[in-house]
């Protein structure tokens, strides 16, 4: 292969293992780096997977964002019958109990029982978790609050650190449906002030445009098969294995070809459901990142993508080598520098992510497609500026927390 573009006569990027390709007009770029070891099938549904999820992620941002249409009420009613179901079983459980056969009603109580909604528990969700309330994080709720109130959003219930997550996360669960924001200490170690800004705005922003809720009006449907396709997968064990004979060896086995035929089938159907969910999911991350634009403005939102482009030159920056006391203050200084010393290399790595994030299952547009989303938006001053001292103060706050996170990955180390 040539280094250089047969299209643009460009100079081809090459990066680590991957297939190089063009920077200018892209060719290549939707080509995998072959696995190693892998059957046909799954190099067969690999790339159609990633091809098809490549060209969507291209129309979300080259194209006018449209609202979520048909899909989402499919789902919507989908789950509706979902929801029937166990209703349904729970009236005829107790019409079984009082006239018979009282077996059948506790079988239709188990099956109301297993396939009923989940609401989500808030304490299931906070394990592992550290709770953050504003009375020791004030200067962090206050700027929250500031960012919440720029893009319109309700703010958070409650507000939590995960000390290893690279990332951050929204979610809304319990009966009173509390909204629950999780910030990772990796990425507040990497990212700017303004860059946090955008981060806020964006999570928020999955609250202004009620994401969860319609998440939750779906939720049946995104996991029910699912659940149904886990619990019918047959054992790997054989029945020759078990020692099985005459009979019982016939009856096994033909159980276990059956059980992984629907199996099969609910996966299928599960797929489906999910690459139709992940249609409105990536939308969904668009809009929120419309509303980052506003808090932060556009220089920072941008930022803030590139940063979680070059997350995997950080790994080696967050370490457990690290004072004492003053993980946060060395993590930032080094990613600061990581981020200085490969600021050429940036574009290069967005642009990878074009061809590694690219999945019809993803629940988000590839870094890079969301970069080139965000570059077209109208540029406005940011609505939420942080100064020397609410930055310094808001750092404070968090580095008990990398301090907890310096101590799990020194043991990590010295094991």
């Known amino acids: 292969m040539t280094d250089t573009c047969p299209t643009c006569a460009v100079p081809l990027a090459v990066e ?29 549904i690999r790339t159609r997977d990633h091809r098809a999820g490549f060209r969507a992620d291209k129309l979300l941002a080259t194209g006018t964002p449209v609202r979520p249409g048909g899909g989402h009420g499919l789902l919507v009613a989908v789950s509706a ?48 978790l550290y709770r953050l309330d504003a009375d020791r994080a004030p200067a962090l709720h206050a700027l929250i609050d500031r960012v919440a109130a720029a893009t319109g959003a309700p703010r958070p219930d409650i507000v939590a650190v995960e000390p290893g997550l690279w990332g951050a996360w929204t ?23 303004g ?47 078990r020692d ?22 609910a996966f299928a159907v599960h797929a489906t ?3 139709s969910a992940a249609r409105d999911d990536r939308r969904a991350e668009q809009e929120a990142d419309r509303l980052a634009v506003r808090a932060a403005g556009r220089a920072a939102t941008l930022g803030l993508l590139d940063a979680t482009a070059a997350f995997p030159l950080f790994h080696g920056a967050i370490s457990g080598v690290a004072r004492k006391g003053y993980a946060m ?5 080094r990613v600061a520098l990581s981020r200085a010393r490969n600021e050429s290399r940036t574009g290069t790595l967005r642009q990878l992510t074009i061809r590694t994030e690219a999945s019809l299952f993803s629940s988000h547009p590839s870094t890079g497609r969301r970069h080139q989303f965000v570059s077209a938006l109208p540029d406005t ?35």
């Open 16 to 44: 680590e293992d991957e297939p190089p390709w063009c920077p200018r007009c892209e060719w290549n770029l939707d080509a995998l780096a072959p696995i190693e070891h892998s059957t046909w099938f799954y190099r067969q």
């Open 81 to 128: 019958v979902l929801l029937a179901v166990p209703a349904a079983a729970v009236v005829a459980a107790i019409w079984l109990l009082v006239a018979g056969p009282v077996v059948i009603g506790l079988l239709l109580l188990l099956v109301a029982y297993l396939v009923r909604p989940r609401l989500g528990r808030v304490r299931t969700i906070l394990k592992g």
């Open 171 to 193: 979610t809304v669960a319990g009966i009173r449906q509390r909204r629950i924001l999780t910030l990772g200490i990796p990425l507040v170690a990497s990212v700017e002030r």
């Open 195 to 241: 860059e946090l800004v955008a981060l806020l705005g964006h999570e928020l922003g999955h609250f202004a445009n009620r994401d969860s809720r319609r998440r939750m009006l779906t939720m049946p449907a995104r996991v029910t098969f699912g659940h149904i396709a886990s619990g019918l997968r047959p054992s790997r064990v054989s029945g020759m294995e």
């Open 244 to 265: 099985l004979l005459g009979l019982y060896l016939i009856v096994y086995e033909v159980w276990r070809l059956v059980s992984g035929m629907l199996s099969w089938l």
């Open 273 to 275: 459901i999910h690459v």
């Open 329 to 333: 203050a060395e993590w930032r200084e």
């Open 381 to 415: 001053a940011p609505a939420v500026t942080v100064n020397d001292a609410e930055w310094a103060t808001v750092v404070r706050e968090l580095a008990p927390y990398a301090e907890t996170l310096r101590k799990e990955l020194a043991e990590q180390y010295e094991m």
